[in-house]
């Protein structure tokens, strides 16, 4: 069947099966994000209580809309600005997910530039390696960091056999901000690869060549033409492991310090140890606040340019 430019219809039944292909992946949002979050922005605008659950509920059996607004509180949201560690664990999460996510892009992005000019029978292997660590828990992987950065851990004893630490010498690393960016690389590493090896693939190698025909050096053609033409991949990786990163619980808890301030650690803390449910939902709302407007920012920027 064709319409009048000549052009076929589409199938009756095609519209609809588009329209659920759309709805599938919005409706997993909805139910999995948007509705868990109205949750617990609710929370974070009620008031703490010695109950079960531990707040003031709110929107609960009242007429009108007057007397519901005002059971609405900002206290968990002020309570967040009057103490300084939250703002220090903010500034600290940034911190240390910007430095990681610089890391993991330095060490990524080499190892999947050789993966990509690697033969093509050897690629399907490289790549399962990547991937290879997947297939452990993320926990006993992180614990097992702690066997390896611990003073009298295998680290220490490698030292020490190779004569770099004497018999008496320890590597004191467990409990420290290093600690916690080597299990952050280690851990991310494949979010950064992955993406970066997806892009370079991809590269057309003959322009390369006609970079070599008209006098650019190896290097020189890296950084004109292989560079620019992988910054999707780089955008997708650096986002991939800088969100998780920023609100990253289980590294810092095990690998991490006292003194090794993370949001996802305060988060916990209010939530499990002090059953503060609104003051943890109102640091929950904020984190994701600070990750996604941002990434809407840019968004926005990436359409703008596109155009």
Known sequence: MTDTSGTAAPAPGASKLRWLVVAIPYLWLVVFFLVPFLIVLKISFSTYAIAQPPYEPVFDQLSTVWERAQQFTLDSYRYLTEDPIYLRSYLSSLRIAAISTVLLLLIGFPIAY???????????????????????????RVYAWI?????????????QWIGIFGPDQQVHLLNTDWAVFIGIVYSYLPFMILPLYATLEKLDDTLLEAAADLGARPFKS???????????????????????????????????????????????????????????????????LILVVPIMIFQNYGRRTAQ
């Open 114 to 140: 050789g993966m990509a000019r690697a033969p093509s029978n050897m690629r399907t292997t490289l790549l399962m390696l990547v991937i290879l660590p997947f297939w452990t828990s993320f926990l006993i």
């Open 147 to 159: 066997g390896i950065l611990k003073p009298e851990g295998l680290l220490t004893v490698f030292l």
């Open 222 to 288: 890296f950084w004109v033409i292989t560079v620019p033409l992988s910054m999707p991949g780089v955008i997708a990786g650096s986002f991939l492991c800088f969100i998780p990163i920023v609100g990253e619980f289980v590294i810092p808890d095990l690998l991490g310090g006292s003194d090794t301030l993370m949001i996802g650690r305060q988060l916990w803390n209010e939530f499990n140890a002090n059953r503060d449910w609104p003051t943890s939902s109102a640091v929950a709302v904020v984190l994701l």
